[in-house]
Every structure is written in structure tokens, then in C-alpha cells.
């Protein structure tokens, strides 16, 4: 049943911030827009999921696929099949972009993490994905390649999710990619600049462990909500179009400290579960300040310093970047994931 005095609905009518639920499974995002999930988001990672927790309503669809398109190839009934896994989910959010005049009900998507930057690929693929609703967002990755796209893409009018993004740089790079996207058109399609603060965390911890580097995990708790909290910032001091979009998260702390602020928070499911059980007190925290010591601490990492400063990384560097390339290499395997899916299906209609 709808909590509409539940936690999620009263963070957006008090302060703003949206929640996005970050899944492909159909349950999940039924009950999830019930609790006040505005928009919806998933990566690689999630199709398998989906397929797994919606076996007898997916794996007819892929054996559809298998035998409507003999010829085709893994990687091209994977994509057919993400489109179809995603239109269901825009069907489901398209009231809500109706009702709320496009300010709510985007619903992402994400192709094959192999292609990321092949520039004239991304750009084909996004146009493909943007026919699918109106209410479509295309994620685009936060790298060199992925500025060029955005560009182009905000120029055409698709809506767009700058992925991969675990530093302040990055962020400023994309929001600029889009202001000259809107410069070139009259349309005004949606951006969101994802800035991913639990990933960051769970990526610095594995380096201190590395390195043998003595920081309290309460510390690292604090650098990616950081992170996220200089580049809101920034944004409000610009006055960048684009929206930011927390991500990545691993806590509950990951959205509850960057309530307060115009912004969208995406978490999954095991992070929101308990957001709707407590049912806490609404608290701003985006202006909310690091403790210096902890900051010191946190400084000793030289990755959380190129994560937070304005110029840490380069538009070259994004690409390869740490906590980009875990995050890289998880959508990968995922996507694998949906391929032996595929396979697996094959061999069964042989």
C-alpha cells in the first residue's frame, strides 16, 4: 500500500530531492514508484538480475528474439532484449512524466559497456534508444569520448545520464558538454550528471587496505557524500542546467546525507527498504561540512584529492580512473552475465 506520508514522499515535498530506484525488476519497481520513486535507473549489472527475478516474463521474450532474428548475434539480442526490458519500465513511469510535464518519470538505459568509446557507435545507439519513449534517458559515459556524445546528443534532443562519474571534474566536464548541446538547439532535452559517492568509498577503502594506510572507516564514509556535496556546489555557483544525480550507493547514509538539496539520490533496493521501514525525520544535510580531521585523513589518499579538487583529473585521465575502472569492470561482467543468459536460452531452442 502507497505511504503517502512515507519517507520518500516527504523528502521530495519538503525539500526537493528526488529519489530514482535503481533496478530492473519488475516487483521492485511496482512497489518503489508506490513509496515515491520518481525516475529509474539501472546499469549492466541489473538486466541478469531482472532476468533471473522475472524468469516467465523475460525468457519468453529472448527466445521471441532468438527466433524472430536467426542470424543475429549475442551482443545484438542482448540489445534487443534491453530495449524490450526497458520499455516495460518506461509504460510503467510514463504517468508520472505526464503528469509531472516531464519533470519526473525518466527511466535510463545503457548499452553494451564494450562500446563506450566507440564515439560513432554510442552516438547511433542513443538515437535507437531515444525512439523508445519520450521519457527515455540514455546513459552516456563520463569520459572524453562520452563529453563529445553528450553534445551531440543535447543537440538532437535526447535526454541523457552522464554514467561513470566519481569526481568533481568529471562532473564539470559533462555539465559543460550540455551547455553546448543547448546552445545549439532550441529543444530542451534532460541531462543528468551522475556523481557516484558509494562506489568512491568502497573503492578508497580497498586502496587503504592496499597501501596499508591507517584510516578509520568512519572517515572514508564521508568522501563520497563529499565528493557529491563540492560538486552541487559548484553547480549552483555555475548555474549548470544539468541535474546532478547521486549514485552508487552502498548505505543508507548515501542518501540520507545529501537530503536538502535539488538534486535526484538513486539507491536500490536494499538501501531504500529500510528508509521506508524507519521512516525517519526529513534532515537536510547537503550543506553539512566534513569534520577537519577527517578531511586530513581522507587527503592522505591521493585519489579522494583528485576526486574532489576542480581540476583533480583531466578530460584524458577520466577513462581510467580508479574507481571508473571497478565500476567499468562490474558493468562488464554483468553484461557477460546477460550474455550467457542468451547463450544458455540458445542451446535450449536447438
Known sequence: MTKVNGYFHRVLAQTST??????????DLEYFLEQGAVCNTSNPTHIPRAIKADRELWQPVIDKILKENPEATDDE????????????????????????????????????????????????????????GKN????????KAGAKAIEELTALGVN?????????????????????GLERTVL????????????????????????????????ISH???TMTRVLYRIFKERDYKAYIQGGGSREPYHFTELVGGDLAITISPSQARPLIELNPPVVSRIDAEIPEDMLKKLEELPDFSRAINV????PEEFYAFG??????????????????????????LM
Open 18 to 27: 528526488q529519489f530514482h530506484i535503481n533496478t530492473a525488476i519488475q516487483a
Open 77 to 132: 539480442v542482448a540489445d534487443l532484449l534491453l530495449q524490450r526490458i526497458t520499455s516495460r519500465s518506461l509504460k510503467m513511469f510514463w504517468p508520472l512524466y505526464k503528469q509531472s510535464e516531464g519533470k519526473y518519470g525518466y527511466v535510463a538505459i545503457q548499452g553494451n559497456p564494450f562500446t563506450n568509446e566507440d564515439l560513432p557507435e554510442v552516438l547511433e545507439k542513443a538515437q535507437t534508444y531515444s525512439k523508445l
Open 136 to 143: 527515455v534517458a540514455v546513459k552516456i559515459q563520463s569520459t
Open 160 to 180: 541523457t545520464i552522464c554514467t561513470k562519474g566519481f569526481s568533481v571534474s568529471q562532473g564539470i566536464e559533462m555539465a559543460e558538454a550540455y551547455e553546448r
Open 188 to 219: 530542451k532535452p534532460k541531462c543528468f550528471v551522475v556523481n557516484i559517492a558509494g562506489i568512491l568509498d568502497e573503492y578508497l577503502a580497498e586502496v587503504a587496505e592496499a597501501q596499508k594506510i591507517d584510516i578509520a572507516p568512519e572517515s
Open 223 to 225: 568522501a563520497g557524500v
Open 311 to 314: 581540476e583533480g583529473l583531466t
Open 323 to 348: 574507481p571508473c575502472m571497478k565500476f567499468q569492470k562490474s558493468c562488464e561482467e554483468g553484461y557477460k552475465e546477460t550474455l550467457r543468459e542468451i547463450k544458455a536460452r540458445h542451446v535450449a
